[in-house]
């Protein structure tokens, strides 16, 4: 099995600067992407940013310029490096990666989410 947990959500203010992480631990063969996704209340779930292995990251047009996704493939690990936060960054962020499982299968997985809340 495979889990993605997330962390590094919280209350900033605008302006402010927040760094999310998500870890994929469990049984991992391959990763083909990973990216995070946002939810605000009564909205649909939007992607933010995505990253293949071996390839460019790709935003949303809301968040270009502001937010930063990286990898460290060594530790199964994305994160999004948030700067110039406003009150319409204020969501829940989802963890998404496709990758190889012990099934040996490409398979979709979500990370349980981290409220993020812009503040003043």
């Known amino acids: 099995q495979v889990q993605l947990v997330e962390s590094g959500g919280g209350l900033v203010q605008p302006g402010g600067s927040l760094r999310l992480s998500c870890v994929a631990s469990?049984?991992?063969?391959?990763?083909?992407?990973m990216a995070w996704h946002r939810q605000a209340p009564g909205k649909q779930r939007e992607l933010v940013a995505t990253i293949p292995t071996g390839g460019k990251p790709d935003y949303a047009d809301s968040v270009k310029g502001r937010f930063t996704i990286s990898r460290d493939n060594a530790k199964n690990t994305v994160y999004l490096q948030m700067n110039s936060l406003n009150t319409e960054d204020t969501a829940n962020y989802y963890c998404?990666?496709?990758?190889?499982?012990?099934?040996?299968?490409?398979?979709?997985?979500w990370g349980q989410g981290t409220q993020v809340t812009v503040s003043s």
């Open positions: 998404f990666a496709y990758l190889e499982d012990y099934t040996r299968r490409l398979r979709s997985y």
């Open positions: 469990g049984t991992v063969f391959s990763i083909d992407h």
